[in-house]
Antibody, heavy 121, light 107 residues
Framework: EVQLVESGGGLVEPGRSLRLSCAAS????????MHWVRQVPGKGLEWVAG????????GFADSVKGRFTISRDNARNSLYLHMTSLKVEDTALYYC??????????????WGQGTLVTVSS | EIVLTQSPGTLSLSPGERATLSCRAS???????LAWYQQKPGQAPRLLIF???SRATGIPDKFSGSGSGTDFTLTISRLEPEDFAVYYC????????FGQGTKLEIK
């Protein structure tokens, strides 16, 4: 069974940084691209970033480009999102998501339960 | 950038009825890159349909997807209490865009 467990969320002041982690199990991690998708509580879904199986391709939403980076450690079956220059509008539940494919072009096949990031002074 | 518009915003139906949810794209979308997700309160989204009409693993055949070009539909036959949720369409591929969602509520 695919399991994706996010951690690292919390309350942070605007302008500060935060790193989210996702521990993956139940599948061959380095066979799949991975993503982060966020959701403001009570609102819709927004894709944030994606990374291919070998980290060769990385993509970001315009809203986070230049501020967020995505990385993975296939030896540790882990996905990361490093967020800098955080803004109030980055407040959301951040989901770790498994792609259907090696590349980042598939749909979101499996989701974690999310970790909440609150940006506030 | 493609915009996906879902309608209606809220759909009120009774158990046993058939639900038809619409997703309209601002420009033509490759059918192979259209997905539907279900999200229940307090839960993560769940993939229902990919490639516009292929059911994901474990999804019952009461869920069906159709459409092409700019108009796509998710149909849920014989609604059961556990089907009342929010449904999102998504265009994936090189970009990943979600619709704003349709809330399916019990009438």
């Amino acid at each position: 069974e695919v399991q994706l467990v996010e951690s690292g969320g919390g309350l942070v002041e605007p302008g500060r940084s935060l790193r989210l982690s996702c521990a993956a199990s139940g599948f061959t991690f380095d066979d799949y691209a991975m993503h982060w998708v966020r959701q403001v509580p009570g609102k819709g879904l927004e894709w944030v970033a994606g990374i291919s199986w070998n980290s060769g391709t990385r993509g970001f939403a315009d809203s986070v480009k230049g501020r967020f980076t995505i990385s993975r450690d296939n030896a540790r079956n882990s996905l990361y999102l490093h967020m800098t220059s955080l803004k109030v509008e980055d407040t959301a539940l951040y989901y770790c998501v498994k792609d259907r494919f090696l590349a980042t072009t598939g749909c979101s096949e499996s989701w974690g339960q999310g970790t909440l990031v609150t940006v506030s002074s | 950038e493609i915009v996906l518009t879902q309608s209606p915003g809220t759909l009120s139906l009774s158990p046993g009825e058939r639900a038809t949810l619409s997703c309209r794209a601002s420009e033509s979308v490759t059918s192979s890159t259209l997905a539907w997700y279900q999200q229940k309160p307090g839960q993560a989204p769940r993939l229902l349909i990919f490639g516009a009409s292929s059911r994901a693993t474990g999804i019952p055949d009461k869920f069906s997807g159709s459409g092409s070009g700019t108009d796509f539909t998710l149909t849920i036959s014989r609604l059961e209490p556990e089907d009342f949720a929010v449904y999102y369409c998504q265009q994936y591929g090189n970009s990943k865009i979600f619709g704003q969602g349709t809330k399916l509520e019990i009438k």
